[in-house]
Every structure is written in structure tokens, then in C-alpha cells.
């Protein structure tokens, strides 16, 4: 029901735009959100954003590098990443939950999960 899109291998500095597509029920009706895994370490979240365009992100940095925005006629979410550092290597997933959270088991349905590769 949650479709990730959009990674690759980009080089340091560079910028990758990661889309999901929801079905129209989740879509609809849940806070669409983005998380990432590196390898070896814990899933970690990024940033969410409701129907009605309010956001929540990670963090102060991650909000100036990263951009949640969603296209609700596409029921895509986007995530816009830009001055990628190696470090920002992960899987990046998208989800879907009832409230704006940065806690994964929030999260009632996620995507599979898109490769984003930065090297330095």
C-alpha cells in the first residue's frame, strides 16, 4: 500500500528526490512519514507531514537539508534531499501513522524501503 521510489547512488553534495506512493485510504487519512537505516544501526525518522501540510523533522539540521512535502491529488509524499553527505547512506523508507511522531512503532504501514547511496 506504501510505495518508495527515487534512491540511487549520488555523490557527496548532491541531491536525490525520494517519492512514495499511498494508496488512496492511507492517504487519506494518515500522517505520511520518512525514516532511514543505515547499515548497522537502528531505524532512525526523518521527517512526517499531514494532510493538511504540517511537518515535524528529526531535527533542526535535517529540516534545512531535507523537505517533506506531499502532492495530494498524486497521494505521493516527497521527500527533497539536498547537500547529501555520506553519512545520510541508508535505506529510506516511507510509512504511515495516525499522528505526527518520530517514534516508528507509531507507524501502522510501511514501504519497502529505497537505497540511497552517497559517496564521498
Known amino acids: 500500500q506504501l510505495q518508495a521510489s527515487g534512491g540511487g547512488l549520488v555523490q557527496a553534495g548532491g541531491s536525490l528526490r525520494l517519492s512514495c506512493a499511498a494508496s488512496e485510504r492511507i492517504f487519506s487519512s494518515y500522517v505520511m512519514g520518512w525514516f532511514r537505516q543505515a547499515p548497522g544501526k537502528e531505524r532512525e525518522f526523518v521527517a512526517c507531514?499531514?494532510?493538511?501540510?504540517?511537518?515535524?523533522y528529526a531535527a533542526d539540521s535535517v529540516k534545512g537539508q531535507f523537505t517533506i512535502s506531499r502532492d495530494n491529488a498524486k497521494r505521493t509524499v516527497v521527500l527533497q534531499m539536498n547537500s547529501l553527505k555520506p553519512e545520510d547512506t541508508a535505506v529510506y523508507y516511507c510509512a504511515a501513522g495516525p499522528a505526527l511522531s518520530g517514534i516508528a512503532r507509531t507507524y501502522r504501514w510501511w514501504g519497502q524501503g529505497t537505497l540511497v547511496t552517497v559517496s564521498s
Open positions: 507531514i499531514k494532510w493538511s501540510g504540517a511537518t515535524y
